[in-house]
């Protein structure tokens, strides 16, 4: 049962971010948002809210299924661990440089360290869990390309 419950703390904790991430943005959604100057491949509106649950949900998951293995491997569980929550913030961090502050280029800058955790991230989860380093990759896969997104329309609008 303490597995479970695990994978539900760090669950609700990413849907929890996740949240107010999206409360963070919604202003901007619909009134600096449309100003931009964005590149053809710009995904609509809606696409975002169903990826990104998705997302904190495989990353809850992951990050609970590292949690489970504190035990068997305490130091690596514990930096791992660090790197995990040093990304949840750096996701959080995005959102309101990018939405609040209306600062694409510094979200630019921002993206970058946090895709690198990211990666970082994965990294320590394959090694203590192959699974839960695989659940990693589509959220990897999107952040690149947000970064892509993030920088074009930095290009676009400078």
């Known amino acids: 049962m303490q597995k479970i419950i695990r ?7 990413c849907l929890l971010i996740g949240y107010f991430s999206g409360m963070v943005t919604r202003d901007s959604i619909t ?17 975002f809210a169903p990826v990104w649950t998705i997302l904190y949900i495989m990353m809850g ?4 299924m590292v949690w489970n293995r504190l035990e068997k491997d305490p130091e690596n ?7 995990f929550i040093i990304q949840l913030a750096l996701n959080a961090a995005w959102s309101v440089i990018f939405f609040y ?3 694409p280029f510094l ?10 955790i990211i990666f970082e991230t ?6 203590i869990d192959k699974t ?27």
Request: avoid cysteine; glycine fraction near 4%.
């Open 7 to 13: 994978i539900a703390v760090v669950l609700t904790t």
């Open 31 to 47: 009134t600096w948002y449309p100003t931009l100057v964005k590149p053809s491949f710009n995904p609509p509106n809606w696409v």
């Open 61 to 64: 998951v992951a990050g609970g």
């Open 77 to 83: 569980v514990k930096k791992a661990f660090t790197f």
């Open 101 to 103: 502050l209306h600062n």
């Open 107 to 116: 979200a630019l800058l921002e993206i970058i360290l946090f895709w690198l």
């Open 122 to 127: 994965y990294t320590q989860f394959k090694k």
């Open 132 to 158: 839960a380093g695989l659940l990693l990759i589509p959220y990897l896969a999107w952040v690149s390309f947000a970064t892509v997104l993030n920088a074009s329309i930095w290009w676009l609008n400078r």
